[in-house]
């Protein structure tokens, strides 16, 4: 069973922890949508799926403290796709408030997942601790497409409010900022040993989710200093494990 003891926030990964899906079916779907904005500007959909790779991994892999990672997007992919920084934001948002809810369709909430937010918000504190590769507005999105907007979550990690993303751990240096929490009090549940996991470096609890699902490392370059990091793990198990833990605790 899972020690709650002095955990005062539950950190939850979403890809393939809370929401279900093939993350090469959505990426592909994804990216032939989004694709249709910038088809002018190049017209093959294999060179443009390059570009968009290539800029997200300059995202994710950047460090540079004073951009967020949606201008890092911004700015490399301007470099490649040949328009201003702002009509490429202006078009995503279109995007983002349109085309995206259709692609959001392949995912689905983990079968446990309303049980254990709706248990865990009445004692916890709720973090939606996604990598912060998405603005905002494409994770209302994906929330409201799928019921995940019906809990109390504290925050929601986006592209437009952080600096860092998974698994760097100064992502989670500016998500305790953010939250104004210590390590101590927080636990992060998560399905991937690497990008979640990595947490408990700064003295996060660690809860190893077990699914058949895949988050995105594998489909984003990671740093090599992370491919072979010994992390701490401390609990490995399924979401039923964590609702029978807190029904334990609480009752």
């Known amino acids: ?136 507005m494409a994770n209302e999105t994906r929330f409201s497409q799928t019921g995940l907007d019906a809990f109390p979550w504290v925050e929601i990690t986006s592209a437009e409010d952080y600096h860092y993303a998974k698994p760097h751990i100064e992502f989670y240096e500016e998500l305790l900022d953010r939250i104004n929490k210590n390590p101590s009090e927080c636990m992060i549940i998560g399905d991937d040993p690497i990008n979640d996991m990595v947490a408990g470096k700064l003295g996060i609890k660690t809860f190893l989710v077990k699914t058949d699902g895949r988050a995105f490392a594998d489909i984003i370059i990671t740093d090599p200093k992370y491919e072979n990091i010994d992390v701490p793990v401390d609990y490995i198990g399924t979401l039923e494990d964590i609702i029978r833990s807190i029904q334990l605790k609480y009752n």
Do not use: W
């Open 1 to 136: 069973m899972v020690d709650f003891s002095g955990i005062t926030t539950l950190l939850f990964d979403i890809d393939n922890t809370l929401l279900l899906f093939d993350d090469h079916e959505f990426l592909r779907n994804y990216v032939t949508s989004i694709h249709s904005y910038f088809e002018k500007e190049q017209p093959s959909l294999d060179t443009f799926m390059n570009i968009f790779l290539t800029s997200t991994n300059k995202m994710t892999n950047t460090y540079q403290s004073n951009l967020d990672n949606l201008s890092k997007f911004a700015v490399d992919f301007e470099s490649r796709i040949g328009i201003s920084q702002s009509d490429i934001i202006d078009r995503f948002k279109t995007f983002y408030q349109s085309d995206f809810i259709e692609v959001c369709q392949i995912m689905t909430i983990h079968p446990n997942a309303n049980e254990l937010l709706n248990l865990a918000s009445h004692h916890f504190h709720l973090v939606a601790a996604t990598n912060p590769l998405f603005p905002l």
